[in-house]
């Protein structure tokens, strides 16, 4: 048995038939396991994310998976800014600075679907307002945002923050599966999720909705003042 239900195959094929317009491209970082490579340390589950990969592509033409090694490719992964293993960048027109680590499964599947869906039409359906504003950005934006499978508020921020990265090319978005990189949560101090890491120095737990997120990518790209940020962010704050 493959790693998408056979029941959802054709839903989901249907699905992509209906909405994709452009070719999109998943690159993929992992490892090699073969003894001659010399690993000590397996990722055990890039296979799995490979294998969801490549039964993606099989239901729909439009989406191609390049996969490479991060040991051995470590050029391609800088130039894709990928960063840990097992890693995907998913492009189409251009690089839209969309990153998913860990195997998108649970309700984070539909998020890579409709990235993919998204990515293959340039363009994003977030409100005339927001779109105005990120154009206003000065400084390159990076997002980190933690999630896992189980969490149902994660999908819809994830979602939010991949269509801000369509609309600006200095918004790079990274939704990581956070207990697959342990480490890396407990680094950012992930107690729950969603939680996101702006920049290194901003950051909120819980689901915000598109002017929230918006708020911090315009603070940390300098287009928002402390001021308007503060009052922004005292609407989520319930404490």
Known sequence: MGIIKDDDKKMIADHLAREMVNPVR????????SEQMGFVHECHICQDAGAMLAELAQLNDKIKVESYDIATDRAKADEYRI???????????????????GVPTGFEFN????????????????????REKLKGLGADVHVQLFVTPTCPYCPGVARTLYKMAIENPRVHVSVI???E???????????GVPRIVVNETLSFEGALPE???LAFILKAGGAMSDEEFSKELAKYHHH
């Open 211 to 213: 002017s929230g997120l």
């Open 181 to 191: 990189f342990i480490t890396l949560a407990q680094r950012y101090d992930v107690r």
């Open 177 to 179: 599966e956070a207990m």
């Open 111 to 130: 998020v890579l679907v409709q990235a993919v869906i998204d990515v293959s039409r340039g363009a994003s359906d977030l409100g005339p307002l927001t």
């Open 26 to 33: 998943i690159v993929f970082f992992t490892q090699r396991t």
């Open 83 to 101: 960063e840990r293993i097992p890693g995907m960048a998913i492009f189409g027109a251009r690089n839209y600075g969309m990153r998913y680590y």
